[in-house]
């Protein structure tokens, strides 16, 4: 079964402080001499720092992306790095590309299909990732995010990714939205009004919300998705000129 996103064509169609901890002087009681007895003082504790995130850079024809995992997410952000380096990616196709929604890549019998080929149905060795749902993790732009096939757990590809391009909505559009899809997915989700914003100033794909796990977003070369989604395609939505990536961590 090919990889693909469970979706209702009209949905597409109208569619994160450290407190500073005070180093305390224990305060001793004063015995019936008046020799003050010694004690030690607590040392201070060490500010908890929050875990790093992974850079990761991904180069095409038409520019290179860098893009952060989120540390929320580390079933797919441990999946994602581990394939990167051992180098799966490279020379891998943007197999799936549909203007105005996404570009999906990651199939690794895209290396070397020919032009004709139909693929996305492809996958690494291993099972497919349980999936992460978040409710701070929105199908905004630039979104980096794991394709699926139809399993009722909704788990993810263990290879293959999209990164949203998207269209923006107006708070009518969002709340169509949600009501026929995001609803559905996560009965006690609502969009905040920081999310509702961001959807209306940078756009997304809000009915994946909850469905779809995000796992990353794209923090530069966010022009690269509009050259790639604008490519001219054939059926199946595969590009007609062959995009490939090279995948690797930066930090």
């Known amino acids: 079964m090919r990889y693909f996103f469970a979706f209702l064509i009209g949905a597409l169609l109208s569619a994160q402080t450290i407190a500073q901890v005070k180093k305390n002087t224990p305060v001793t009681a004063k015995p019936a001499t008046a020799t003050v007895k010694k004690t030690a003082t607590t040392p201070a504790l060490k500010p908890a720092t929050a875990e790093k995130e992974t850079l990761v850079e991904i180069t095409t024809d038409y520019g290179i ?17 581990k394939l990167v380096k051992q180098g799966f990616y490279d020379s891998l196709l943007f197999h799936r590309v549909i203007k105005g929604f996404m570009i999906q890549g990651g199939d690794p019998d895209s290396k070397y299909a020919a032009p004709d080929a139909m693929v996305g149905a492809g996958s690494a060795p291993g099972n497919r990732v ?3 749902f978040k409710n701070n993790f929105l199908h905004k732009k630039g979104a980096l995010a794991a394709a699926r096939d139809g399993n009722p757990e909704k788990a993810s590809s263990n290879c293959q990714f999209y990164i949203v391009q998207g269209k923006t ?10 009501n026929q899809a995001v609803k559905s997915n996560n ?65």
């Not at 992306?65 to 790095?81: C, E, G, S, W």
């Open 65 to 81: 992306m860098v893009a952060k995992l989120y540390n929320q997410t580390p079933l797919h952000r441990d999946n994602f790095i």
């Open 187 to 251: 009965p006690g989700f609502t969009y905040t009004k920081a999310q509702q914003e961001i959807y209306e100033r940078i756009g997304g794909a809000p009915f994946l919300d909850q469905n779809y796990t995000v796992f990353g977003e794209v923090i530069s070369g966010l022009d690269v998705i509009d050259k790639i989604a604008s490519m001219q395609t054939a059926q199946g939505d595969r590009p007609l000129k062959d995009i490939r990536m090279k995948v690797r961590l930066i930090n």
């Open 130 to 132: 349980p999936a992460e």
């Open 169 to 178: 909505y107006d708070t009518a559009q969002l709340k169509q939205v949600y």
